[in-house]
């Protein structure tokens, strides 16, 4: 087909194939961002995001420079030996303890176990495994990209980000971003190796705006009915429960909290019942490295010398975790095939527990004084150092400078005078409150900095945080509190007695508690859920014995190392000894919020969405032609900046012929200005501008009046003609 018939047919000419393919390459780099973003993430938590980069832009540009002169099954070779090599150097930085249980039989549970959710982040070694598997799909699809193979291109890297899909690691952002990245892909490789029009472009554009807006208004998932901890009105639904015993916890908004029992605890003491820590702080939230192993009579109990201490435990509600004092040593009364261990020591059921059913812990308790505290050293083992000092590397600078400065504002010398003086810091400049909006970035920096209040998720990360910028190990713990007393041993457990708090490590005696959130305001909250729970007769909120029970003298504090006199618990309320509310402390929990005072900036979600729908508008605005009507339109209205007679005269005639176009019939070919105007108007302003443009254009030229009396004629032609009311003269 001819250059001159390809245009009347409307296809693209071969210039536009240059076009297309950098569309489509352009495209690809957005499906590798994709999956790229989530390995980076998984660096920055755990270290090594200036080498992922390097790796993913350096991988990138090799393919793109030996695309060409590679042939296919080299390539292909050299992908496969680059993820081999990958496998095996991941497989050599798994400490030699563990490498002794991998198996055939461990490698294919452990692949399974990531393509039904395992967080990528779990793995001992994550950062070591991304680095390990990114170089391979970079470079095999950017070869195959290259080589114009665009669908197999497709493939490998959509393969890679529907494995990170699967473990739950790439975000619904990041996952829309490469279904359109890979559409995209396949539709300007199609473009490229077989041509199409520009119309074709247009709508493939429009296309992949529809998927992203489409996809991004679906609903999420409600919560269960037995959560803890629920979504309040206005905030995201699915809230996560804190102390499901789930592998990962992610830091949300407003919540609240679920007035319903959970279960019973009949202990020789009071305790805060744990049921989850965690290692890794991702910026957003905490994930729990590491896999479960079956339990094995006895567990390891904590060094030194604590008392033991015997829990029986019975579910009102259906349960997804094993709440116990710190530290669990032996479980019973249930089977032991039923009961899993975490790396941290927590316990967790194999299976959901039934209302009704029991299990009875013995835990050993550390109580070390302030004294023993304040004398133990920093002789840290190296795995604890590595594993709960880290923080991820896009933690801002601020962070520890605002760490360092409160420890030293507070003399602090020793871990324990660290710990104290932050958990005073945050009791003391920040409000208790559930109605929070959830910060964009570093949950930690938000807190410190940008937020005026937030509930115990929000303190307890942040001095996590704090700890760990000064060198000390410290955890994330959820469980809950004691809950309320109904007898000399015996404690009712709701959801609204979920908690978290602090675990620092010191060396001799084993994590320790801290608790930074304000006592007093948490415990106002819950009571006042409680009392508007029973006032509206909600069921699942009393037992026989809350409906019954008598005031019981609260003893001495269990575990608790921050202060000897313990603060009376509220009914429904968790006893929280040691904690000192913060003079403006918020008790109502939905009376307050994080009131910066300013405007509210839309999250990046929100802006990436929009970017999506205005260039989706664009190819819909471009498709229809309405942007250049729109701007021929304004230009025709406007007068213009006045310059030399001659142009403005010029410039007159240009909008007197374009109106005439579009009100009376198009110019033909070959004809000329005057025989047009005067075919299709006797208007004498018409007669004026043109016989001003044959002077300036053919003649000697018009002085200023006659450019402005012909600019001004047009002008009024304009106003005439363009509005509705007005009958067209002829």
Same mark, same amino acid.
């Given at each position: 087909?001819?250059?001159?018939?390809?245009?009347?047919?409307?296809?693209?000419?071969?210039?536009?194939?240059?076009?297309?393919?950098?569309?489509?390459?352009?495209?690809?780099?957005?499906?590798?961002?994709?999956?790229?973003?989530?390995? @980076?993430?998984?660096?920055?938590? &755990? !270290? =090594?995001?200036? /080498?992922?980069?390097?790796? +993913?832009? %350096?991988? #990138?540009? *090799?393919?793109?420079?030996?695309?060409?002169?590679?042939?296919?099954?080299?390539?292909?070779?050299?992908?496969?030996?680059?993820?081999?090599?990958?496998?095996?150097?991941?497989?050599?930085?798994?400490?030699?303890?563990?490498?002794?249980?991998?198996?055939?039989?461990?490698?294919?549970?452990?692949?399974?176990?990531?393509?039904?959710?395992?967080?990528?982040?779990?793995?001992?070694?994550?950062?070591?495994?991304?680095?390990?598997?990114?170089?391979?799909?970079?470079?095999?699809?950017?070869?195959?990209?290259?080589?114009?193979? @665009?669908?197999?291109?497709?493939? &490998? !890297? =959509?393969?890679? /980000?529907?494995?990170?899909? +699967?473990? %739950?690691? #790439?975000? *619904?952002?990041?996952?829309?971003?490469?279904?359109?990245?890979?559409?995209?892909?396949?539709?300007?490789?199609?473009?490229?190796?077989?041509?199409?029009?520009?119309?074709?472009?247009?709508?493939?554009?429009?296309?992949?705006?529809?998927?992203?807006?489409?996809?991004?208004?679906?609903?999420?998932?409600?919560?269960?009915?037995?959560?803890?901890?629920?979504?309040?009105?206005?905030?995201?639904?699915?809230?996560?429960?804190?102390?499901?015993?789930?592998?990962?916890?992610?830091?949300?908004?407003?919540?609240?909290?679920?007035?319903?029992?959970?279960?019973?605890?009949?202990?020789?003491?009071?305790?805060?019942?744990?049921?989850?820590?965690?290692?890794?702080?991702?910026?957003?939230?905490?994930?729990?490295?590491?896999?479960?192993?079956?339990?094995?009579?006895?567990?390891?109990?904590?060094?030194?010398?604590?008392?033991?201490?015997?829990?029986?435990?019975?579910?009102?509600?259906?349960?997804?975790?094993?709440?116990?004092?710190?530290?669990?040593?032996?479980?019973?009364?249930?089977?032991?095939?039923?009961?899993?261990?975490?790396?941290?020591?927590?316990?967790?059921?194999?299976?959901?527990?039934?209302?009704?059913?029991?299990?009875?812990?013995?835990?050993?308790?550390?109580?070390?004084?302030?004294?023993?505290?304040?004398?133990?050293?920093?002789?840290?083992?190296?795995?604890?150092?590595?594993?709960?000092?880290?923080?991820?590397?896009?933690?801002?600078?601020?962070?520890?400078?605002?760490?360092?400065?409160?420890?030293?504002?507070?003399?602090?010398?020793?871990?324990?005078?660290?710990?104290?003086?932050?958990?005073?810091?945050?009791?003391?400049?920040?409000?208790?409150?559930?109605?929070?909006?959830?910060?964009?970035?570093?949950?930690?920096?938000?807190?410190?900095?940008?937020?005026?209040?937030?509930?115990?998720?929000?303190?307890?990360?942040?001095?996590?945080?704090?700890?760990?910028?000064?060198?000390?190990?410290?955890?994330?713990?959820?469980?809950?509190?004691?809950?309320?007393?109904?007898?000399?041993?015996?404690?009712?457990?709701?959801?609204?007695?979920?908690?978290?708090?602090?675990?620092?490590?010191?060396?001799?005696?084993?994590?320790?508690?801290?608790?930074?959130?304000?006592?007093?305001?948490?415990?106002?909250?819950?009571?006042?859920?409680?009392?508007?729970?029973?006032?509206?007769?909600?069921?699942?909120?009393?037992?026989?014995?809350?409906?019954?029970?008598?005031?019981?003298?609260?003893?001495?504090?269990?575990?608790?190392?921050?202060?000897?006199?313990?603060?009376?618990?509220?009914?429904?309320?968790?006893?929280?000894?040691?904690?000192?509310?913060?003079?403006?402390?918020?008790?109502?929990?939905?009376?307050?919020?994080?009131?910066?005072?300013?405007?509210?900036?839309?999250?990046?979600?929100?802006?990436?969405?929009?970017?999506?729908?205005?260039?989706?508008?664009?190819?819909?605005?471009?498709?229809?032609?309405?942007?250049?009507?729109?701007?021929?339109?304004?230009?025709?209205?406007?007068?213009?900046?006045?310059?030399?007679?001659?142009?403005?005269?010029?410039?007159?005639?240009?909008?007197?012929?374009?109106?005439?176009?579009?009100?009376?019939?198009?110019?033909?070919?070959?004809?000329?200005?005057?025989?047009?105007?005067?075919?299709?108007?006797?208007?004498?302003?018409?007669?004026?501008?043109?016989?001003?443009?044959?002077?300036?254009?053919?003649?000697?030229?018009?002085?200023?009046?006659?450019?402005?009396?012909?600019?001004?004629?047009?002008?009024?032609?304009?106003?005439?003609?363009?509005?509705?009311?007005?009958?067209?003269?002829?």
């Amino acid at each position: 087909m001819s250059a001159e018939a390809a245009d009347r047919s409307g296809l693209l000419p071969g210039s536009f194939a240059p076009d297309a393919r950098l569309a489509a390459l352009g495209s690809l780099a957005v499906l590798t961002a994709a999956y790229g973003s989530v390995l @980076y993430h998984v660096t920055d938590v &755990v !270290g =090594g995001s200036r /080498l992922m980069l390097a790796t +993913l832009v %350096g991988t #990138a540009t *090799l393919a793109v420079a030996t695309g060409r002169v590679l042939r296919v099954r080299t390539a292909l070779l050299l992908a496969v030996l680059s993820l081999a090599g990958g496998f095996a150097v991941y497989f050599l930085s798994v400490p030699a303890s563990q490498r002794a249980l991998i198996s055939p039989e461990r490698l294919l549970s452990d692949t399974v176990a990531l393509l039904t959710g395992l967080s990528v982040l779990r793995l001992t070694q994550a950062n070591v495994w991304a680095l390990s598997v990114a170089p391979t799909p970079v470079f095999l699809s950017w070869y195959l990209a290259v080589r114009r193979r @665009y669908v197999p291109s497709v493939i &490998v !890297g =959509g393969t890679v /980000l529907a494995v990170l899909v +699967l473990t %739950g690691d #790439a975000g *619904l952002l990041t996952t829309l971003a490469g279904v359109v990245g890979a559409a995209a892909v396949v539709g300007f490789g199609t473009l490229d190796r077989h041509g199409g029009t520009a119309t074709q472009v247009d709508t493939l554009v429009i296309l992949l705006a529809v998927m992203v807006v489409a996809a991004a208004t679906l609903s999420v998932v409600p919560a269960t009915r037995t959560a803890p901890v629920l979504p309040d009105r206005g905030s995201p639904s699915g809230v996560t429960s804190l102390v499901d015993a789930r592998d990962r916890v992610e830091v949300v908004g407003t919540i609240r909290l679920s007035p319903q029992v959970q279960f019973t605890v009949e202990s020789q003491a009071e305790s805060y019942w744990t049921t989850a820590t965690y290692d890794r702080y991702t910026g957003t939230g905490w994930v729990r490295s590491g896999d479960t192993s079956p339990y094995e009579e006895p567990l390891s109990g904590p060094p030194g010398e604590g008392p033991a201490v015997q829990q029986t435990v019975t579910a009102e509600t259906e349960l997804g975790a094993m709440p116990a004092a710190w530290r669990p040593t032996t479980v019973t009364d249930i089977p032991a095939s039923r009961v899993r261990v975490t790396p941290q020591g927590t316990l967790r059921p194999a299976t959901t527990l039934d209302p009704g059913e029991r299990y009875t812990v013995t835990s050993r308790l550390n109580r070390p004084s302030p004294d023993t505290l304040q004398a133990a050293g920093t002789d840290y083992p190296d795995a604890v150092v590595e594993r709960y000092t880290q923080l991820p590397a896009s933690t801002p600078d601020r962070v520890r400078e605002r760490a360092a400065t409160v420890a030293d504002d507070a003399g602090a010398e020793t871990p324990y005078e660290t710990a104290v003086a932050f958990e005073s810091y945050l009791e003391s400049t920040k409000r208790y409150s559930l109605t929070v909006e959830r910060p964009e970035g570093s949950v930690a920096d938000a807190f410190l900095f940008e937020m005026d209040a937030g509930y115990c998720t929000y303190y307890a990360t942040t001095m996590v945080t704090m700890l760990r910028a000064e060198g000390v190990p410290a955890r994330f713990a959820t469980g809950y509190t004691a809950g309320e007393r109904v007898g000399a041993d015996e404690w009712v457990v709701r959801g609204l007695d979920s908690h978290a708090w602090v675990q620092v490590y010191v060396p001799d005696e084993g994590w320790v508690r801290f608790d930074p959130t304000p006592a007093a305001p948490r415990q106002s909250a819950e009571q006042a859920r409680l009392s508007d729970a029973r006032r509206s007769d909600a069921g699942g909120v009393d037992t026989a014995e809350t409906l019954n029970a008598t005031p019981v003298p609260t003893p001495a504090d269990d575990d608790s190392v921050v202060d000897a006199t313990p603060t009376p618990a509220p009914a429904g309320g968790g006893n929280m000894p040691g904690n000192r509310a913060a003079p403006d402390a918020v008790a109502d929990p939905v009376a307050a919020s994080d009131a910066g005072g300013g405007p509210t900036l839309p999250s990046r979600e929100t802006l990436a969405l929009w970017g999506v729908v205005l260039v989706g508008v664009g190819a819909a605005v471009r498709r229809t032609g309405a942007g250049a009507r729109a701007v021929r339109a304004v230009w025709l209205r406007r007068r213009g900046p006045r310059r030399d007679p001659d142009t403005d005269a010029v410039r007159a005639f240009e909008r007197l012929a374009y109106l005439l176009e579009q009100q009376e019939r198009p110019r033909r070919p070959g004809e000329t200005p005057r025989a047009y105007v005067e075919c299709v108007t006797s208007d004498d302003r018409a007669r004026l501008v043109l016989r001003a443009y044959e002077r300036a254009r053919y003649g000697d030229g018009v002085d200023r009046e006659t450019a402005d009396a012909a600019t001004d004629a047009v002008g009024e032609l304009v106003r005439e003609r363009t509005l509705p009311t007005r009958p067209f003269a002829r």
